[in-house]
Antibody, heavy 118, light 107 residues
Framework: EVQLVESGGGLVQPGRSLRLSCTTSGFSFGDYTMSWFRQAPGKGLEWVGFIRTKAYDETTKYAASVKGRFTISRHDSKSVAYLQMDSLRTEDTALYYC?????????WGQGTLVTVSS | DIQMTQSPSSLSASVGDRVTITCQATQDIRYHLNWYQQKPGKAPKLLIYDASNLEIGVPSRFSGSGSGTDFTFTISSLQPEDIATYYCQQYDNLPFTFGPGTLVDIK
């Protein structure tokens, strides 16, 4: 069974950093692009970015709202994807989800809540 | 960026009714559209990919159609467990973008 579990969320002050993890099981992690999405409280879904596989040089793409502040990485031997979030802003407050796949979000995790507030 | 619109923003229908949601893109996205279902307090779930392909395990009462800029999502016979918000999402161009969602409720 495919499983994705996000962790690392919490309350953080504006300007600080946080690293989210997406721990996976049940599929060949290294063969899949991994994506991050977010959903602000009571709002719709927003694509954050993705990281391609090693075969595609682990290329990353980001939404303009996070580019230059967020970095997606992966550790294939641990089957984990990461979202490093720097220079956090209050508008980054959201539930963050990771998914398997780049073009379609398959097998979502339960999300991890990030609250940016002073 | 490609903007996605959905209509209606919400609807209320009876069990057994046929429900249709439309999604429109601001430019041609070919067939590069997904539909997701998000139940209250839950993560989204992929229902339809490539505009009309049913994801494995998804009931056949769900369907999608369209190409270019205009797309339709249909529930052929609404069930109580279909109460959710439905989102379309384009993946033709980066950044991938979502519609604002359609809240479906039971009358």
């Amino acid at each position: 069974e495919v499983q994705l579990v996000e962790s690392g969320g919490g309350l953080v002050q504006p300007g600080r950093s946080l690293r989210l993890s997406c721990t996976t099981s049940g599929f060949s992690f290294g063969d899949y692009t991994m994506s991050w999405f977010r959903q602000a409280p009571g709002k719709g879904l927003e694509w954050v970015g993705f990281i391609r596989t090693k075969a595609y040089d682990e290329t990353t793409k980001y939404a303009a709202s996070v580019k230059g502040r967020f970095t997606i990485s992966r550790h294939d031997s641990k089957s984990v994807a990461y979202l490093q979030m720097d220079s956090l802003r209050t508008e980054d407050t959201a539930l963050y989800y990771c998914t398997r796949g780049g073009l379609a979000g398959r097998n979502w995790g339960q999300g991890t809540l990030v609250t940016v507030s002073s | 960026d490609i903007q996605m619109t959905q209509s209606p923003s919400s609807l209320s229908a009876s069990v057994g009714d046929r429900v249709t949601i439309t999604c429109q893109a601001t430019q041609d996205i070919r067939y590069h559209l997904n539909w997701y279902q998000q139940k209250p307090g839950k993560a989204p779930k992929l229902l339809i990919y490539d505009a009309s392909n049913l994801e494995i395990g998804v009931p056949s009462r769900f369907s999608g159609s369209g190409s270019g800029t205009d797309f339709t999502f249909t529930i052929s016979s609404l069930q109580p467990e279909d109460i959710a918000t439905y989102y379309c999402q384009q993946y033709d161009n980066l950044p991938f973008t979502f519609g604002p969602g359609t809240l479906v409720d039971i009358k």
